[in-house]
């Protein structure tokens, strides 16, 4: 049994364990906790969760995209795409058109096409993700302020779809237990199938993984897939958040994923991190937010403080595994 | 010339530039360096040769202040010093001419000899550019090196640039008398380019002295006035290389008689009569026209230097570099890999010469570096199952003596000999593996695992798998194989039979590499 133990501790090399990341999460807490007495309530916790929810479900695509060594900036077009577009077909005051629940499948195709558009661009026209994700960003913000066409945004009138981020179950909305369900699926991927762990081969080695005789490009192309869909399942929700289409509703969530995830303790450069250090990242980041407003920070001072604690962080939770980079001759 | 002589007892007899005295240095548990002792003489080429992992490469590192010596003392002249980083060695006159080019390519030639010494360049407080080109002449003349200094340094050849490294190394000290640490410079020089160099060396001597890292014998006997042995971490020997032969070198730096052991010749085979590759006018980027047959079982080791093709040869054949012209055969059908996977699914696999890089993934455990080429071994319904993964582990872990904890242990914490053992375990667990191809897999293991390895070797050739060995040196492409291929500028230049009675000499392989 301590031998278990013993060998459960090693296994963790290159995914590890988010360790720096929840002591930062929990000096965060209790700091809060000492200024504001609301903090420590249930309510907070839902708001923290619900807050937490849609962020996280983008950054578990994200995360694989990263752990490539790649990046994913498309997340606020395919957004502005799919959250147009479901709040179009489903019941709504613009078109006389309703696919009910049908509409997490247009949702979710719309961000994964877009996802496999940038996927081939990068592995096999061999154009640098940061540039092509650029591009799919703008295509995807294009189409939604296509489909808007100017005039009113369309109200979402299905009762169901809006009630997404109002009607608990166990006491979490079901946003929530979407979100959810996405961590614990993409966990499930990154242990248990071969293209999470290509996943960390290939950011590790692209070259070890080419003469391995992996098949880089289409594991590359399948991230940018899943990646897409995350952002696109994201717009969904947000549709039903929102309850009207709006090209920008995903305004801010860039930022919030991509430092979410490298917050962390996924390297951008690939290779070591993975979907736990993620949904610390992404508590972190909530956190940070509910504190600010419980503190009573003016909406001034918000971004500012936000930015400074996102380089702290960093350089805190990952202090050790960047100290290659800090050695130098 | 008689007066640089050390006589046989060590008396010196001419000023000492640098002595070393009794120097050690561990890494983890392997150590480096054990009580190393020697002498660099003013104007002394001193030749240092040992196998790789023997610790040469440590020493250079140690004099030229890149790494601390964990004891004993370092002395430059009377004055004992010890170097904190490598500006300090600098300062004192010791500059390392390192085996990847250190020179900026996008630069000018100019640019690269006054890099770290702008200052020796100005007037008046600026840049002259007649000064740094008549300088730069100057510096270029004393290598005999003729090039425009506003040339870009990338668009010389790699002699060329070699050369260019020297000179700015002897720009560093002018004035001064430098000792040139030269780590394996022959390795990828042309024959024509080597006595360029060898004059170079001879031309400069006067004032300079010169540490000469090779293992091609030959040449360090020819060039060096002194030759110092290494062998595990230690110096086992100083000879006078007039006196010693090749041979005697050889076994002096390998620690025993080329014995059969050590190539572990008794567990030699007979190939099947039956081609399992044919190669027919295989044309790909560095090398044409290459012809090549391997029998069942058979091993055939290709020798040359890192321009011959053959590196690239082995990747084309593994479809990671495309072919331009030419036709393959496994197994009597046509084959074109294409790419890897598709190699890899017809049973090639491929041992690269980075293993690092190249090989396996640094940042992941061993079960994880075993299981990346063929992970459906490991899954159960598609999905990977932990308990599988630590059964191929104990499996191969068994069969290969591989010396690791757990399949849970980071494939950092191996060594390099294990290292190299789960990258040839990821191919062997291929029940369908039929053919091999392995660029220089001994590099940089110490002898008993390059002996392990030659086991292994042989029993997969024993079991009909056909083998493509790029040989690490010319004893291990004589030894290893049934037949040797040399290739020079991209083209194979002979084939020689290998049998234990009938083994190719050394100078006729050497004829068709330089």
Redo the contacts between chains.
């Keep these: 049994m301590f031998n278990l133990l013993k060998?459960?501790k090693?296994?963790f090399?290159?995914t590890g364990l988010p360790i720096p990341a929840l002591v930062a999460l929990l000096i965060i807490c209790v700091f809060t906790s000492t200024q504001s007495p609301q903090f420590l309530t249930i309510e907070n916790f839902n708001a923290i969760a619900d807050q937490a929810a849609i962020t996280l479900i983008i950054a578990c695509g994200l995360t694989f995209v990263i752990l490539m060594g790649s990046i994913d900036l498309s997340i606020q077009g395919i957004i502005a795409a799919s959250a147009m577009s479901v709040s179009l077909l489903i019941a709504n005051d613009r078109t006389n058109f309703s696919l009910g629940n049908g509409v997490f499948i247009v949702g979710i195709g719309i961000g994964a096409t877009i996802g496999l558009l940038a996927g081939i661009a990068v592995t096999l026209i061999r154009i640098p993700s940061f540039i092509v994700t650029i591009a799919t960003w703008n295509f995807g913000l294009g189409i939604g302020y296509m489909l808007f066409g100017g005039g009113q945004q369309p109200g979402i009138q299905d009762k169901e779809f809006i009630g997404l981020g109002i009607e608990t179950y166990l006491g979490l909305t079901k946003i929530v237990w979407i979100a959810i369900a996405v961590a614990a699926l993409s966990f499930m991927i990154q242990?248990?199938?071969?293209f999470?762990?290509y996943a960390?081969?290939i950011g590790?080695?692209e070259?070890?993984?080419?003469?391995?005789?992996?098949?880089v490009k289409k594991f590359r192309i399948l991230a940018f897939i899943f990646s897409g869909a995350t952002s696109g399942l994201a717009g969904t929700l947000l549709a039903s958040k929102m309850s009207i289409g709006a090209v920008n509703s995903g305004e801010g969530l860039l930022f919030l994923t991509v430092s979410s995830v490298v917050i962390g303790g996924t390297l951008l450069n690939g290779?070591?991190g993975g979907i736990l250090h993620s949904v610390i990242g992404v508590l972190i980041m909530t956190t940070i937010y509910i504190a600010m407003i419980l503190l009573d920070v003016s909406s001034f001072f918000q971004k500012i403080v936000q930015g400074l604690v996102v380089l702290i962080v960093v350089v805190i939770a990952s202090w050790k595994q960047r100290k290659p980079l800090r050695t130098v001759? | 010339m008689e007066a640089k002589k050390t006589s046989k007892n060590g008396v010196v007899t001419m000023a000492t530039r640098v002595s070393i005295n009794s120097i050690s240095k561990n890494f983890g548990v392997v150590q480096a360096l054990k009580n190393v002792s020697l002498k660099i003489n003013d104007g002394e080429v001193v030749g240092l040769v040992g196998e790789n992992g023997a610790g040469k490469s440590t020493l250079l590192k140690v004099i030229s202040g890149?790494i601390h010596a964990d004891s004993g003392t370092f002395a430059i002249g009377d004055e004992i010093k010890t170097f904190s980083?490598?500006s300090d060695a600098t300062r004192s006159g010791i500059a390392m001419v390192y085996q990847e080019q250190s020179l900026l390519p996008n630069m000018s030639v100019a640019e690269n000899i006054f890099l770290g010494i702008e200052g020796d360049a100005k007037k008046f407080g600026m840049f002259s550019p007649k000064r740094i080109r008549q300088k730069t002449i100057d510096y270029l003349n004393r290598v005999s090196v003729k090039v425009d200094p506003k040339s870009i340094t990338e668009n010389h050849s790699f002699g060329t640039r070699q050369m260019i490294e020297i000179a700015k190394a002897i720009a560093e000290y002018s004035g001064k008398s430098p000792i040139l640490l030269l780590d394996e410079p022959t390795s990828v020089l042309s024959k024509s380019e080597i006595e360029t160099l060898f004059t170079v060396i001879g031309k400069i001597k006067h004032n300079t002295s010169v540490v000469f890292v090779s293992h091609r014998l030959e040449e360090v006997l020819t060039i060096s006035d002194r030759v110092y042995v290494m062998r595990d971490g230690q110096v086992v020997a100083e000879i006078d290389p007039k006196t010693v032969s090749v041979d005697e070198l050889f076994k002096l730096m390998v620690g025993r008689e080329l014995s059969k052991s050590y190539f572990q010749e008794e567990l030699t085979n007979k190939p099947i009569d039956e081609k399992l590759l044919e190669i027919k006018n295989l044309t790909g980027p560095g090398f044409e026209n290459v012809v090549l047959d391997l029998k069942i079982g058979e091993i055939v080791s290709i020798l040359g230097l890192q321009d011959s093709g053959r590196e690239n040869l082995g990747r084309v054949i593994?479809g990671?570099l495309p072919k331009s012209d030419g036709r393959m055969m496994l197994s009597g059908k046509l084959f074109n890999a294409g790419?890897?996977?598709r190699?890899?699914?017809n049973g090639i696999g491929?041992v690269?010469s980075?293993r690092k890089?190249?090989?396996?993934?640094?940042?992941?455990?061993v079960g994880?570096n075993l299981?990346?080429?063929h992970?459906e071994n490991a899954?159960n319904y598609?999905?990977?199952?932990p308990g599988k993964i630590m059964q191929l582990f104990d499996k191969w872990a068994s069969q290969l003596e591989l010396k690791a904890?757990?399949s849970?242990?980071?494939?950092?914490s191996l060594s390099g000999g294990n290292q190299q053992k789960v990258v040839l375990a990821?191919w062997l667990m291929d029940t369908n593996l039929k053919l091999l191809i392995l660029d220089t897999p001994t590099r940089g293991l110490d002898v008993g695992a390059k002996t392990e390895i030659y086991r292994i070797l042989r029993e997969l050739a024993k079991k009909g798998i056909g083998i493509i060995l790029l040989a690490d040196s010319l004893e291990e492409g004589i030894f290893m194989s049934h037949r040797v291929l040399t290739m020079k500028d991209g083209k194979v230049t002979g084939e020689f039979v290998s049998t234990p009675e009938n083994r190719p000499e050394r100078t006729t392989l050497l004829q068709g590499i330089l």
Excluded: H
Excluded at chain 1, 191 to 194: E, N
Excluded at chain 1, 207 to 215: D, F, P, V
Excluded at chain 2, 408 to 412: F, N, Y
């Design positions: 060998n459960e090693k296994r090399t290159s242990r248990y199938t071969i999470g762990r960390y081969v590790g080695s070259e070890t993984a080419l003469l391995s005789g992996i098949n290779g070591r001759l | 890149n980083s490598i593994f990671a790419s890897t996977a190699a890899v699914s491929y690269p980075e890089t190249e090989g396996i993934i640094l940042a992941m455990d994880d299981t990346i080429a992970p899954t598609g999905f990977l199952s904890p757990s849970r242990t980071s494939i950092k990821k």
